[in-house]
């Protein structure tokens, strides 16, 4: 079922939901949260789609909230959309007039009963996400740093308030380097004395990832300004025993090596958001590793 209602309300749009799960035959209960999308008219599409492509792993509400110009009368326009080739429901609402200040009242009806609340923002999102209206619904809360105009700058803004349920996309861009290095250091007899990473120095995973090995290691690690490509191109940590090295090969793959072994190639590829979302969606409960190494980014220490 794909239904249009304009200037409507959000018990109108329940009711929506509920015709179009009886016509689907697809009940609440098969849904396993609900996934609030805050964004804008530049990223509506996009975002809409990989929350679709989402949904085949995680079956879920998402609720698309576009919010519009301030200005005029409250008006409600709602795009209701169950089955339809996905196992979940969507509903994407525009807001305007005074309404745009208060979105999470219209919000609020429609979540799922007994179920988390998981919200992103696709754009440029709050620096305080758990004190935002919408935020405060939510158990998990997803910013994109890569999408903002200065994303270093903005990890370092985001956090002062951090709070426990807050993650940013570039952490979890960063999972497979994390993983790698686990790897390398615990197949390594030796303790780390410092390391090296080379990449732009605008890019926001490679930021988080010296936070992060400073922080963990307890050891330096020298940043190296290298603006030959997007991706990490180089991470080599020193140890009493010979150095960990991964140097990118191409833009899917790596070099790795570590002291006493032959180098192999593995595999380390850019992930799109909707595989990104999925890790993030498969565990609610806060990421304590995350917000030491924002704090540690922010201030230099553990």
């Keep these: 079922m794909d239904l249009l209602l ?13 015709r179009g799960r009886s016509l689907a035959g697809s009940p609440a209960m098969d849904m396993v949260l609900t996934f609030l999308i805050v964004t804008d008219d530049e990223n509506v599409a996009e975002a809409m789609k990989s929350a679709n492509v989402l949904q085949h792993e995680h079956p879920s ?13 409250p008006r409600l326009n709602a795009r209701v959309r169950v089955g339809a080739g996905s196992p979940g429901e969507s509903v994407l609402l525009r807001m305007s007039g005074p309404l745009v200040k208060h979105a999470e009242s219209a919000v609020l009806p429609l979540l799922l009963p007994d179920s988390p609340v998981v919200v992103w923002w696709p754009g440029v999102g709050p620096l305080e996400p758990s004190l935002d209206p919408i935020g405060r619904l939510a158990r998990r809360r997803l910013t994109d ?19 426990p349920g807050d993650t940013d996309l570039a952490w979890t861009r960063l999972t497979l380097w994390r993983a790698l290095l686990a790897a390398a250091l615990d197949q390594t007899s030796g303790s780390a004395t410092g390391g090296r990473i080379l990449a732009d ?61 032959s180098p192999r190639v593995v595999p380390i590829r850019r992930r799109t958001i909707p595989e990104l979302l999925a890790e993030d969606l498969r565990r609610l409960d806060a990421d304590e590793i995350y917000g030491e190494t924002l704090q540690h980014l922010h201030t230099g220490k553990d």
């Design 201 to 261: 120095d605008i890019n926001p995973v490679a930021v988080l990832l010296q936070a992060w090995l400073e922080c963990r290691l307890g050891v330096p690690i020298e940043f190296v300004d290298d603006d030959s490509g997007s991706q990490i191109q180089r991470v080599t940590l020193f140890t009493d025993v010979g150095d960990i090295d991964i140097k990118r090969t191409s833009e899917m793959s790596c070099e790795f090596s570590v002291p006493g072994s």
């Design 61 to 73: 509400r998402v609720l698309g909230v576009i919010l519009g110009d301030g200005r005029g009368k």
């Design 145 to 163: 740093s890569e999408r903002t105009p200065a994303p270093v700058q903005w990890l370092h803004k985001l956090a002062p308030g951090y709070d």
């Design 6 to 18: 304009e200037d409507t309300n959000a018990a109108a749009v329940a009711k929506a939901l509920t």
